[in-house]
């Protein structure tokens, strides 16, 4: 649950570990009032899961899933800002996107 403090307690838990956060994303989850916590590290298998459990016990706290890096599907996403002109001719946009194997 989105409640003041929460987000502090969990990286207390981390930091009393020594345990460096690389990556954390939070977001509205499809519950209203819930929200999600992404939060990326490199650890053994058995650390994750003592982590997972400890975070866990935290009131707010519903449910916690962790994933080894096999588990996961890695994707590059980037966005180009092409000029007007150039999108007015059709044939250089599908020029440009086969060049750099994009997708419109």
Request: hydrophobic content about 40%; cysteine-free; glycine content about 2%.
């Amino acid at each position: 649950e989105n409640r003041i403090g929460l987000l502090n307690r969990i990286a207390i838990i981390f930091s009393k570990r020594k345990i460096n956060i690389e990556s954390l994303n939070t977001s509205p989850s499809e519950i209203e009032g819930i929200h999600r916590f992404n939060i990326v590290i490199t650890e053994s298998y058995e650390v994750v899961r003592k982590l997972a459990r400890q975070i866990e016990k935290q009131v707010e706290v519903l449910k916690v899933y962790f994933n080894t890096n096999d588990e996961i599907i890695w994707q590059e996403l980037a966005l180009y800002k092409v000029p007007t002109e150039e999108i007015t001719e059709k044939v250089t946009v599908e020029r440009l996107l086969r060049q750099f194997g994009a997708s419109a």
